[in-house]
């Protein structure tokens, strides 16, 4: 049996739901100039990935692959390797006992998640505020240790080296940097 309809299903829900319609009919558009009007992001924003470097040029990674595991879209590939401390430490990359030689992310894979710097025990691993991670070609979407790597600033040397902040690498951890000290002065 059909049931029949009420006044006010039949005239007022029509007329309810088109005021929805009349009300935004006459507001002013927002339209952002996206490519030509850049927004600021949000300070807390996870973007693209980078590893960070100690005051000397020194890689903070040390190659223990947590945030590899940590990832939960598998989108970290790391591969440790150890430091070679021949010739004084020439062969140093960073100051643990051991360096990522090969380190990979994979944004077409990566859900910008963030747990992969939950898990690092260096800070080695931070998110930026850059967002812009489209391109027209798979394989540059797959970001290796050198695209990365964060910029070397006034006052940093390219790895490999020995250490310059301390004896070591506990200095570099607690921030016990006597041997900068020393050679400022």
């Not at 598998?74 to 591969?79: H, L």
């Not at 798979?138 to 964060?150: N, P």
Request: net charge negative; glycine share 8%.
């Amino acid at each position: 049996m059909a049931e029949s309809r009420s006044l006010k299903e039949q005239f007022w829900d029509p007329v309810a739901g088109f005021g929805v319609t009349f009300r935004t009919m006459f507001r002013k558009v927002v339209t952002e100039q996206y490519p030509f009007e850049k927004q600021p992001t949000a300070p807390r924003f996870h973007g693209r990935h980078q590893l960070n470097r100690w005051p000397d040029g020194l890689e903070k990674c040390i190659g223990c692959e947590l945030c590899a595991w940590a990832c939960p879209a598998d989108a970290i590939y790391v591969e440790g390797a150890s430091n070679d401390d021949s010739a004084n430490g020439e062969g140093r990359f960073s100051p643990g006992e051991r360096y990522g030689r090969v380190y990979q992310i994979n944004y077409l894979r990566c859900i910008l998640c963030g747990l992969c710097i939950e898990a690092c025990p260096t800070r080695a691993l931070t998110m930026t505020n850059e967002y812009e991670l489209a391109d027209d070609n798979r394989a540059d979407l797959i970001y290796e240790k050198s695209d990365l790597l964060a910029p070397l600033l006034p006052g940093m040397e390219q790895p490999p080296h020995p250490m310059l902040l301390g004896d070591d690498e506990g200095d570099y951890y607690r921030g016990n940097f006597t041997a900068a000290k020393e050679a400022t002065e």
